[in-house]
């Protein structure tokens, strides 16, 4: 069983993750595998490929403004919420009511949550001229908007779609 897979497992006892996300799941549990209605209601909700490419187009967006490039749409009071992006409202909605009790959804909503408030913090510290620690905060945008499309290709993966 793959390092993702054991992550999109269900809790045996039903409830809510704990905090803790670091620790992996009992290795004896089974795969995230959604059936028929189930999983055709999910994708009907979101087209993984298609949120997985928007989500892409952050990270070139970001790097033109840590570059000196101003855009009004990028704007840290927004950008700081992980609800601001079509991704992070289906994550805050329908992903939600279908897939919040999977330890491995915490986790990606932990990821953009993360994602939006270190692209938040970088505009912030390019505008008060703080390149270095602006690009720390890039590089941080970085790893964790490639940790949510890895993810987001397991929970593809786990509906039984192939990319």
């Not at 039903?14 to 999910?42: H, Q, R």
């Not at 932990?110 to 390019?126: E, I, S």
Request: hydrophobic share 40%.
């Amino acid at each position: 069983m793959g390092f993702f897979s054991r992550l999109f497992q269900p809790r045996a006892d039903g409830l809510p993750v704990a905090d803790d996300w670091t620790s992996l799941p009992d290795s004896n549990a089974s795969e995230l595998v959604l059936f028929g209605d189930e999983a055709s209601k999910l994708l009907a909700e979101i087209d993984i490929d298609a949120a997985i490419a928007s989500h892409e187009r952050w990270v070139p967006w970001l790097y033109q403004a840590l570059q000196g490039v101003k855009d009004e749409q990028l704007r840290p009071e927004v950008i700081c919420n992980d609800d601001c992006s079509e991704l992070g409202q289906w994550l805050h909605g329908g992903g939600q009511r279908a897939l919040g009790h999977f330890p491995a959804f915490e986790m990606l909503m932990r990821r953009n949550r993360y994602f939006h408030q270190q692209a938040a913090a970088m505009l912030t510290l390019q505008a008060a001229g703080d390149a270095r620690l602006a690009e720390q905060a890039f590089k941080s945008c970085r790893h964790a908007s490639g940790q949510v499309v890895l993810l987001l290709k397991e929970l593809k993966r786990g509906l039984g779609q192939r990319r």
